[in-house]
């Protein structure tokens, strides 16, 4: 035991005394959730949209134009038939579709309920979202001032539809996804560099000849890491939370306990790839690589799985990242249980040991 | 004299190539041994055999007592070991660099503290105490890192090269060092290319190609091969 803590506060001295380390434990965090938090915030302007007018009457003439000159929108496009709005959006350029019923004007004014619907394409959800709000807005803006006596917003009924992906899963998207991106780099990355570094300095010799068990000096590795990384989650989830205003409506310690799986898991897989890598360089650039890019690309974080081809769907599945999203988004944002979200849990566990026993398997073989 | 290790045809292949061929020497208590041959004779492999960094392909080992297969751990207690790699923490300061080692191997602080206080008096370096090892001059380094190699009064320690890239005044310094450990007791197991170096030591093993080709004091070796010195008798083994 005496053993072990020697061991661990030199590891706090490597820690602390290398200022990059620094940077990537404390700054690069906060420095990615600001950036990714606001890059996503995106303001739209000129994105092509097709109109399917059935009433082509003066009040959705009238709507009409006020949507193009807002200085959003640019008509790519006036649609003829129903079947033209898959057409028109497998083409790629149109990203929104308005559709007006028919007798839209009467309607409003007679009935004072009228339906427009607003199809969206969103393999950019982000976008999507955005064109929105934004085409809601200005429709309604419009009837509340033709029609004052009518009540708003219940008259006029948008019916959103979201193509390509129906719930719109990247709201709040970037809030699980920086997590899993930090604690990738924390975990994997940083104990794998610090294994490697022993190896190629040397000392990891002096640390096998001397009476610390492999197991302890893993541990010894691994566990400041782990407090740190669960640190930096606690500082995203509560940064997400008061300056993003993601909710938290799940149970807060199931979130945590998921997330120390997954940092369980980062770290298992920093383990094997410091077995595998001989230099800091390797090690860095298998973390990069092979890591935080597929984090980025692959595990919806940004872009969602549904809309990726079908082969990189399949490879999403080994993407551990993919998993621990889809938990914390349950938790987060649906407020599920784990009753939801065993299933991605299981497979965490199960990577988590995969990696346990390769990491053991391939320690034991040592130096040679 | 009492054997502190044994070797007996010991073997060791990667794959095809037999990079030890049926080792089989004995070290005595107290001596030291010089284990001597070109780059790529096997030495560096054989060592790190010894202090359980490598498993043999076969033969009998025992170290201090202990079998190499079964005993591993107890074998650790009792052994020290400096690599010609630098072997101590570069961010850590002197102090934080012979505490850690204190602590893996279980010294008692305060007996830690005493054995700090002791060291550093005895190496002129108490202005060093809390100095990053990254400022201090390499010839310092080598020494400390010696001395922390054998803070826990093991039984035998194992020197990789531990002079490489020093300049000859340095090197004589830190084997003042190393007779200092032997006169207490301590059994020395070095590697080295210096052939100055050799003609230090109590008894040398000379490896060429993965086998022991001669192994006696130098003045004995000298006489067989009829030599002025150790060069000599290492270029007529080693050709």
Redesign the interface.
Request: charged share 40%.
């Given at each position: 035991m005496?053993?072990l803590?020697?061991?661990i506060?030199?590891e706090f001295?490597?820690i602390f005394?290398?200022p990059r380390t620094i940077m990537v434990l404390f700054f690069i965090p906060i420095a990615q959730l600001l950036i990714f938090g606001t890059v996503i915030k995106n303001e739209i302007q000129d994105i092509h949209i097709a109109i399917y007018d059935q009433a082509k009457d003066e009040t959705t003439q009238k709507i009409t134009n006020k949507i193009l000159s807002s200085g959003y929108f640019i008509l790519e496009k006036n649609l003829e038939n129903i079947n033209d709005i898959e057409s028109v959006f497998r083409l790629g350029k149109v990203k929104e579709v308005i559709v007006f019923e028919s007798d839209f004007g009467e309607k409003l004014t007679k009935e004072g309920k009228a339906n427009v619907q607003l199809i969206a394409d969103a393999s950019d959800p982000n976008m999507a979202r955005l064109a929105i709000s934004y085409t809601s807005g200005i429709i309604n803006d419009y009837v509340k001032k033709m029609h004052p006596n009518l009540q708003l917003p219940m008259q006029l009924e948008p019916e959103v539809r979201m193509y390509f992906n129906e719930e719109m899963k990247s709201a709040y998207m970037f809030v699980p996804g920086v997590m899993a991106l930090i604690l990738m780099l924390i975990s994997a990355m940083m104990t794998s560099i610090s294994i490697t570094r022993e190896k190629e300095?040397?000392?990891m010799?002096?640390?096998?000849?001397?009476?610390?068990?492999p197991m302890q000096i893993i541990i010894g590795k691994v566990l400041p890491y782990l407090l740190l990384s669960i640190a930096n989650a606690f500082v995203i989830v509560l940064m997400g939370r008061f300056v993003f205003g993601v909710p938290i409506l799940g149970s807060f310690t199931l979130l945590m306990l998921e997330t120390i799986l997954f940092i369980a898991m980062a770290l298992c897989l920093g383990i094997f790839i410091s077995t595998v890598a001989k230099s800091q360089m390797t090690a860095m650039f298998i973390s990069m690589i092979v890591l935080m890019l597929p984090t980025i690309l692959l595990s919806g974080f940004i872009y969602p799985i549904e809309n990726m081809p079908e082969v990189l769907q399949v490879v999403s599945h080994i993407m551990p990242a993919r998993y621990f999203i889809s938990i914390i988004r349950a938790i987060m944002l649906k407020g599920t249980g784990i009753l939801f979200v065993w299933q991605e849990t299981a497979v965490l566990i199960g990577m988590t040991l995969f990696f346990i026993a390769l990491s053991v398997k391939k320690f034991k073989i040592?130096?040679? | 004299m009492d054997k502190i290790i044994t070797v007996k045809n010991l073997v060791k292949k990667f794959g095809a190539f037999t990079a030890n061929d049926h080792l089989t020497f004995d070290v005595y208590r107290g001596e030291i041994f010089g284990f001597l041959g070109a780059n790529g004779a096997g030495k560096t492999t054989a060592i790190r055999i010894l202090c359980g960094l490598s498993t043999p392909t076969s033969g009998d080992i025992k170290i201090a007592g202990y079998d190499i297969y079964r005993e591993t751990e107890k074998i650790k207690k009792n052994i020290g070991y400096m690599s010609q790699k630098f072997s101590l923490y570069e961010d850590l300061t002197v102090s934080e660099n012979i505490r850690l080692y204190a602590g893996i191997y279980g010294i008692p602080s305060k007996k830690a503290k005493e054995k700090e206080a002791e060291l550093l008096e005895k190496l002129e370096m108490e202005s060093a105490r809390k100095k990053l090892i990254s400022g201090l001059p390499l010839g310092w380094k080598q020494k400390l890192a010696f001395s922390v190699a054998i803070f826990h009064e093991p039984k035998i320690v194992f020197l990789d090269e531990p002079t490489g890239g020093v300049d000859p005044v340095t090197r004589r310094k830190f084997w003042d060092l190393i007779y200092e450990a032997s006169n207490n007791g301590i059994t020395v197991f070095v590697t080295t290319h210096y052939m100055d170096e050799a003609e230090y030591c109590n008894r040398v093993s000379i490896m060429d190609a993965g086998k022991i080709e001669a192994l006696d004091t130098p003045g004995k070796l000298k006489e067989k091969y009829n030599a002025n010195n150790m060069d000599e008798v290492f270029l007529k083994i080693a050709r």
């Open positions: 005496k053993q803590k020697s061991f506060r030199k001295y490597h005394r290398d300095l040397g000392t010799e002096i640390l096998l000849v001397s009476p610390l068990r040592r130096l040679e | -």
